[in-house]
Every structure is written in C-alpha cells, then in structure tokens.
C-alpha cells in the first residue's frame, strides 16, 4: 500500500533551520506533483508549498515564500521541505501529501 512518511522535525530557536523529508513507498512517485502542509495547534490544516512531478515550477504559501524551498529526489523517491529563518508561528505537525494519500506528520517547534 502507499506510504508517506516524514521526518527531521524537532525543536529549533527563532531564525534556525531544518530540512524535512517525505520518503514515499507503494505508487509511482515521480508521477505525482507533491505537497507539503502543516497544522498549527487549534487551526486548520494549510498549504505550505507545491512540486510538480518533473521537479519544476515550486510555489509556496506567502507566509513561507523566499523562506522555505521545495525539491524532490525521484530517483530516492523522496520529497524535501527546506525551512530556513524559521519563526515561532513555523510552529506545526507538518504533513507531506501526493494527491489523496498523506503522511503522519513530523513535528516542527520553534522557540522564541
């Protein structure tokens, strides 16, 4: 069956950077465009950023853009979440997400 699974979240201070990873399993990785979400405590599931199949044409969230960076390996079939200057609302369970499968979540803290 399909997996998504996700990890390098942690704890990080203000302006500190992590990378995550969303190793995939069980579907043909490098046909689906892949994307990253995240749920901060009490608020709905949002939109972090977006990677087509092929590697190309990223977007993100405003509240992430020139921040964040997306890429993929399809050769590792993994997909990154790059999170540089991260800031205490970065704060969430950050979800990777192909089509209608999802992940479990990785955790991302970041302190004052």
């Known amino acids: 069956q399909v997996q998504l699974v996700e990890s390098g979240g942690g704890l990080v201070q203000f302006g500190g950077a992590l990378r995550l990873s969303c190793a995939a399993s069980?579907?043909?990785?490098?046909?689906?465009?892949m994307r990253w979400y995240r749920q901060a405590p009490g608020k709905e599931r949002e939109f972090v950023a977006r990677i087509t199949s092929a590697g190309n044409s990223p977007n993100y969230a405003d509240s992430v853009q020139g921040r964040f960076t997306i890429s993929r390996d399809n050769a590792k079939n993994t997909v990154y979440l790059q999170m540089n200057s991260l800031k205490p609302e970065d704060t969430a369970v950050y979800y990777c997400n192909a089509l209608t499968y999802w992940g479990q979540g990785t955790l991302v803290t970041v302190s004052e």
């Open positions: 069980g579907l043909t990785f490098s046909s689906y465009a």
